[in-house]
């Protein structure tokens, strides 16, 4: 089983929908991080949480909401998903004493109508 | 200025030849350095920390030079294996993990 898991991997959803993608880790790290990729932007930083009760911004941010409901487990919320959140989301853990050594799901590909 | 910049490339090479990226950052104060290598529709792995004094592994050697603010990676006998989109990695102080977007590669037969 991969060490960081991440569901759905697929989703084709419409305009307006509530989207919850899930993140869990058997890492055992304290540090979580939801990024998004698109092509040619590179991977950006949507939320982040160095532990279960720290919730920071990341730099796109807007349209997005993430709940840790533990340390193992850090979801992801699109409350009125819009076309332009079409992308490649992953998830990805750190130590904090490695904090450059980030470890990422496979990956859940959102396509929004 | 971006933080951290890559040329996107592609970076086309034979099979057996050496070829070297470099990635640049804006930020004197960065502490910290790596390499991730992305394959296509992946994620991204960890491929190297970059040391002050340059590390090697294998045929990888990572190098910094804070005086100019860029950090390199070098492949040599490139295999075909390596054809994967290379994400240059800068954090500066606490957290704040800045990811380039990545330089493609493509080793050819």
């Known amino acids: 089983d991969a060490d960081v898991t991440q569901t759905p991997r697929n989703r084709i959803t419409k305009t307006g929908k509530r989207i919850m993608l899930e993140c869990s880790q058997t890492?055992?790290?304290?540090?979580m991080y939801w990024y998004r990729q698109d092509p040619g932007l590179g991977l950006r930083l949507i939320y982040y949480s160095f532990d279960v009760k720290d919730i920071n911004k990341g730099e796109i941010s807007d349209g997005y909401s993430v709940s840790r409901q533990a340390q193992a487990k850090f979801s992801l919320s699109l409350e009125s998903a819009i076309p332009n959140q079409t992308a490649l989301y992953f998830c990805?853990?750190?130590?904090?004493?490695?904090?450059?050594?980030?470890?990422f799901g496979e990956g859940s590909r959102l396509t929004v109508l | 200025r971006k933080e951290v910049e890559q040329d996107p490339g592609p970076f086309n090479v034979p099979e057996g030849a050496t070829v070297a990226f470099n990635c640049t950052y804006s930020n004197s104060a960065s502490q910290s350095f790596f390499w991730y290598r992305q394959d296509c529709r992946k994620e991204p792995k960890l491929l190297m920390s970059v040391y002050s004094s340059g590390n090697e592994d294998g045929r990888f050697t990572a190098q910094l030079n804070r005086a100019s603010q860029y950090i390199s990676l070098l492949i040599r006998d490139s295999k075909l294996s390596d054809s994967a989109t290379y994400l240059c990695v800068v954090i500066n102080s606490g957290y704040a993990l800045n990811f380039g977007k990545g330089t493609s590669l493509l080793v050819t037969p």
């Open positions: 990805a853990t750190s130590d904090s004493d490695r904090a450059g050594e980030l470890f």
């Open positions: 890492k055992g790290h304290d540090r």
